[in-house]
């Protein structure tokens, strides 16, 4: 029962979870990752029950080590049959290894197995590494803002802030997509707005000296998001600079570019 696969990736061993033991590990590992209080951790009992819907635990191994997993679930919106990828963690030591994009990469192989063409998955629009990896490295797409969609969570990463997310929509089959995974690059959109993510962002949510202008850029960024997301622009692409600084690059989108 449940999608059975396997992957290759440099050093990683990238397979589906089954067992509670393994489900233990990822248990474990979000707790490692995020600092979560318990009442805040996705238990066991919903690995098992996701995996055995449709949905898929991915453990990334380094040896015995879980080096990272990836979560996902079904869903259904607008007409589609899509996965919801909920969570996707590295451990710091295995960071920077492009680990986090080979099990979305994987994820992709196994939606497209199973005939989905579409996975969503949210992000904080404050992390600007993680933005560009979605956007740049991926070839997703945004244009739906949530307002402290999970409360404020107990997770030190988060700096206090509400938990404010932009939904990813990577469509497998586009064009965008399938440019970018055979050259490299997407295909350039004419950009016509740009919000702006200092590097500073993760230094000011972790000082509680500085929080509070962590606090005023959030509510400036989510300000922006909505009044051009409601004007019809999505977030096309991310540039990221010498100094660290993130920017979101914003213009009109064709739906037909993502079949």
């Not at 949905?55 to 919106?77: K, M, T």
């Amino acid at each position: 029962m449940g999608i059975h696969a396997e992957k290759q990736y440099g050093k990683y061993v990238l397979r589906t979870c089954h067992t509670v033991g393994e489900f233990r590990q990822v248990l474990q590992l979000q707790k490692d990752v995020w600092n979560f209080v318990d009442i805040e951790l996705v238990p066991i009992r919903l690995f098992v029950v996701g995996e055995k819907i449709g949905g898929h635990v991915i453990g990334a191994w380094d040896g015995n080590e879980l080096a990272g997993f990836a979560y996902g679930i079904p869903g259904y919106r607008n007409g589609y049959s899509y996965l919801h990828s909920h969570m996707l963690a590295v451990r710091p030591a295995h960071r920077n290894t492009g680990l986090g994009r080979a099990m979305k990469l994987f994820q992709r192989d196994i939606c497209l197995e199973m005939g989905l063409e579409l996975m969503e998955w949210t992000f904080d629009p404050l992390e600007i590494k993680n933005a560009f990896l979605n956007i740049e490295k991926l070839g997703a797409i945004t244009r739906r803002y949530s307002v402290n969609q999970y409360g404020i969570t107990s997770s030190p990463l988060q700096g206090g802030l509400p938990s404010d997310r932009l939904t990813a929509e990577w469509w497998l089959k586009s064009k965008r997509v399938q440019t970018l995974l055979e050259t490299g690059y997407t295909a350039k959109t004419f950009v016509t707005e740009a919000i702006e993510v200092p590097a500073e962002i993760a230094a000011w949510k972790a000082n509680e000296g500085t929080r509070a202008r962590a606090a005023e850029l959030q509510s400036k960024n989510r300000d922006l998001f909505q009044k051009h997301f409601t004007a019809g622009l999505s977030v096309v692409g991310y540039e990221r600079d010498e100094h660290g600084n993130g920017r979101f690059l914003l213009g009109k989108w064709d739906e037909s570019w993502n079949y």
